[in-house]
DNA sequence: AAAGAAACGGAGTCGACTCTCCGAATGTAA
DNA sequence: TTACATTCGGAGAGTCGACTCCGTTTCTTT
C-alpha cells in the first residue's frame, strides 16, 4: 500500500489510473462543480470507488494535486510569454495565454479558494509577482503600455477574461472580442482617463482571489 | 395550508419569514453557493427547517424565487440606464450598474445554469435584448461609442466584470479600475483594432450565460 | 512460470442532508 | 375575547454520497 504517491509507483495500471482519474476529475470538476459526487469519478474513469480513495485519501488531496498541477502548467508559461520581443507583446500573450488557460479550466477558481481553506500557507501563487511586474515594468519602459496600470490590474483582467470559461465550450470563439476590448484600452494614449482607486498590492491580490473570508452579502 | 405564494399571505409573521429566509438565502448562497444545507439557511434565518419547505417547496422553487426577482430588479435599472444625457453615459451607466448589481450576487451566475436545468422555457432574460442594443445604437450614432460593438460584447463585458464578486467582499473598492480600463477600450478611435471573429446572437448569448451545455473540459 | 507484493473492485457502513408530519403556537376576524 | 384557520418547530424517515475493508486480480521479479 503506497497510496501516498501512486505517481512514482512502479506499477503501470497504477500510474495509467492515477492519469486517468485526474483527466477525469478535471471534466468532472468542470462540469459539475469540485463538489461532484467521487462515485461518479470512478464511474468515469472506468475504476472501482476504492480505487479512487486510494490515489487520494479524500477531496481535498485531489484538490490539492489539481492546484499544484496548475501552478506548474502556469510556471511553464512563464518563459514564452516574459520573452518575446517586445514589451507589449508580452502583455498580449501574458492575457491571452493564462486567460485562454483559466477558461479551458472552469474549476480553478472553486479549487483555488477551496485550497485556501485546506491549507491556507500553501501559496506558490505568490511566485508569480516578479514575472507579471517585468512584463508590466518592460511594457510600460517602452511607452507601449498606459503607465498607470499594474501588474495586479492586469492579473484581474486575466481573471475575468477567464472567467468567460463558465459559459462552457461556447464562448471559446468568442472571448476574444472582449480580449481586443480590453488591449485597447491598456495601450498608452495621448488623452488618458485616470484609473479611479490606488493599486493592489500584489499579496492582498492573491488573497482576494483564493477569497478566504466570506464572500460579498448582498447589503439590504 | 397555502403554501404556493406566502408572499401574498394574510399572517404578518408568514411574510415576514418569507423575506427573512429570502436575505438569508442570498447571504448563504454567496457564500457556500447554491448548494449550501437549507437546514442551516434555517438556522440562519431563525425558524424552523419545516419552515423553509413551507415557504419554498424545495430548492428548486427558492433558486427559481431568486431568478424571477433578479430579473425584477435589472428590470428596474433600464429607465435609469436607458435616458441618461448622452449614449455614451449610457454605456457607462450600463456597464457599471449591472457589473456592480452582479458583483453584489456572486450567487446569480449559478442561479441562471440551475434555472436552466429546471425549466429551459422560462427565459424572460431574452427581454433585455432591445434595451442593451438601444444603448449601443444610440452611443453608435453619437459617433463616441467604437462602431464594431455589438450590444452582446457589451453584455459579455458586464458578466466579466461582475464576475469579480466571486472575490468576496474585498473587490468592492477596486473593480472600477478594470472598469475604466474596459470604457477606454470601448471608446471611438481614429486608430481601430478591428475586433476578431462575428458578433454573437443575443439569444445564443442568453444560452451561453446559462450554460446549458457540458462546461468546457480540459483538452489533452 | 511461480511467488509475493501491490493494486483493484465494489459491497457495505456511517454520517449528512432533504423533506415530511403533526402537536403546539400564533395571528386574525367576529 | 373567543374560535378557528394558518403557520410554526423540530423530531424522524428516507436518500445519497464519502470512505473502508477484504477477497480477488494483476504486475513484477527471479
Not at 497504477?14 to 485526474?22: G, I, Q, T
Not at 505568490?126 to 508590466?136: S, T
Amino acid at each position: 500500500m503506497k497510496c501516498v504517491n501512486p505517481t512514482a509507483s512502479t506499477r503501470r495500471d497504477a500510474r495509467r489510473n492515477h492519469e486517468r482519474l485526474l483527466a477525469e476529475a478535471r471534466r468532472l470538476f468542470s462540469e459539475r462543480g469540485i463538489e461532484a459526487p467521487l462515485d461518479e469519478l470512478a464511474v468515469r474513469a472506468g475504476v472501482g470507488a476504492g480505487t479512487v480513495y486510494r490515489h487520494f485519501a479524500n477531496r481535498d488531496a485531489l484538490v490539492r494535486e489539481l492546484y499544484d498541477i496548475g501552478v506548474g502548467e502556469l510556471r511553464d508559461l512563464v518563459p514564452e510569454i516574459s520573452s518575446a520581443e517586445t514589451g507589449w507583446q508580452s502583455v498580449e500573450l501574458y492575457l491571452e495565454r493564462v486567460a485562454e488557460w483559466l477558461g479551458e479550466r472552469p474549476y480553478v477558481p472553486a479549487v483555488m479558494r477551496r485550497m485556501a481553506e485546506i491549507d491556507p500557507g500553501h501559496r506558490p501563487g505568490i511566485g508569480f509577482e516578479d514575472a507579471v511586474n517585468g512584463i508590466v515594468d518592460r511594457a510600460r519602459a517602452e511607452g507601449s503600455l498606459r503607465p498607470d496600470v499594474t501588474g495586479v490590474d492586469l492579473a484581474v483582467l486575466v481573471d475575468m477574461l477567464g472567467s468567460l470559461g463558465q459559459y462552457g465550450g461556447a464562448y471559446l470563439p468568442y472571448w476574444r472580442r472582449q480580449l481586443a476590448i480590453v488591449l485597447d484600452g491598456l495601450r498608452a494614449r495621448p488623452d488618458p482617463t485616470a484609473l479611479p482607486g490606488a493599486g493592489l498590492a500584489f499579496e492582498a491580490f492573491h488573497d482576494m482571489s483564493h477569497a478566504k473570508g466570506p464572500r460579498s452579502p448582498v447589503m439590504d
